[in-house]
């Protein structure tokens, strides 16, 4: 007798631990889009998985306090990344508080992206994809290219002393060569905050 569809979908994220996420296109190989949606939505009324968003669901992670675990947002954004084969930098207030130059936890995610442009509803929450040049995207630092992003949302006249020397501080913890490589890409204000960290690292 054949496999349902429904049935090859368990065995596959049974397979895969818990707390990862999926999309229809994880079981292109099973059967249509349509097909694949509507078996994943008999598993979700089953509790074999939850949906995060339209298209995007997990196996569920259990907490013997709360429950099931809900994915965090981030690990959310960058498996839609690497579904689209996709780079992605995060952005805006979104780079400001991963650097801790602000305290305030954004709802709506913004990053630049190579791939295709749009907005994820996650709950309350939601994941803005805004599409870049290869050269905003070209950084390759994990801080160094934060700290672009970060600068470029405040703005040249708008950044004080103390975030400088906050960047500053952060830029001395990148690796030597990530940090000259970034520097070559950086607007020219932004490279004159580079400039003292640059001759540290030489």
């Not at 809900?70 to 839609?80: K, M, S």
């Not at 130059?101 to 190579?114: A, G, I, M, R």
């Not at 990148?174 to 004159?192: F, N, S, V």
């Amino acid at each position: 007798m054949l496999e349902t569809i429904e049935i090859q979908i368990l065995r596959k994220v049974s397979k895969a631990r818990r707390g990862s996420l999926f999309f229809i296109d994880s079981f292109q190989s099973l059967g249509s889009a349509e097909a694949v949606r509507k078996a994943l939505e008999r598993l979700v009324k089953k509790e074999e998985l939850k949906r995060v968003s339209q298209g995007i669901y997990y196996r569920p992670e259990m907490n013997a306090t709360i429950g099931p675990l809900t994915p965090g947002i981030e690990a959310i954004a960058q498996a839609i990344a690497l579904r689209d084969k996709a780079r992605i930098v995060p952005a805006s207030a979104y780079a400001l508080n991963q650097l801790g130059l602000s305290t305030q936890v954004p709802l709506n995610l913004v990053y630049l992206t190579d791939g295709v442009a749009r907005k994820v509803k996650i709950g309350k929450r939601s994941i803005t994809f805004k599409k870049a040049s290869p050269k905003n995207l070209a950084a390759i630092g994990e801080i160094s290219s934060l700290v672009i992003q970060a600068l470029k949302a405040i703005g040249k006249s708008q950044i004080t002393e103390q975030e400088i020397k906050k960047v500053q501080e952060l830029l001395q913890k990148e690796k030597p060569h990530h940090l000259q490589h970034d520097y070559i890409l950086a607007p020219e204000w932004i490279r004159k905050i580079f400039q003292p960290i640059i001759s540290l690292k030489r």
